[in-house]
């Protein structure tokens, strides 16, 4: 099993920027695909973006693409969300999440491991 916290979220400014962390512990993090998902206010929790064991392989969601990087660091056990140019759509909670596929799911229920949330206010 694996035990995720993530950190990292706050309140920032139309077209500001943000950086995400998770640490992960227990389990090999490198055994994990990992990604991110978030939950808008009054909305479902979805699919932001996800990376592959070795980080060499990255995917998004439409909405985020070209203005958010996921990337990770298997010697510090810590998947990054780097969010730039921060859109008042973009408030939500974010969660991280850790599956044992091998390719990354775009669905919350391919993922069987999730951090408590992080919250993300972008301020128009």
């Known amino acids: 099993q694996v035990q995720l916290v993530e950190s990292g979220g706050g309140l920032v400014q139309a077209g500001g920027s943000l950086r995400l962390s998770c640490v992960a512990s227990?389990?090999?993090?490198?055994?994990?695909?990992m990604a991110w998902f978030r939950r808008a206010p009054g909305k479902e929790r979805e699919f932001v973006a996800a990376i592959t064991r070795s980080g060499g392989s990255t995917f998004y969601a439409d909405s985020v693409k070209g203005r958010f990087t996921i990337s990770r660091d298997n010697a510090r056990n810590t998947v990054y969300l780097q969010m730039n140019s921060l859109k008042p759509e973009d408030t939500a909670v974010y969660y991280c999440?850790?599956?044992?596929?091998?390719?990354?799911?775009?669905?919350?229920?391919?993922?069987?491991?999730w951090g408590q949330g992080t919250q993300v206010t972008v301020s128009s």
């Open positions: 999440a850790a599956t044992e596929l091998l390719q990354p799911p775009r669905t919350r229920g391919g993922y069987g491991y």
């Open positions: 227990g389990r090999t993090f490198s055994y994990y695909v």
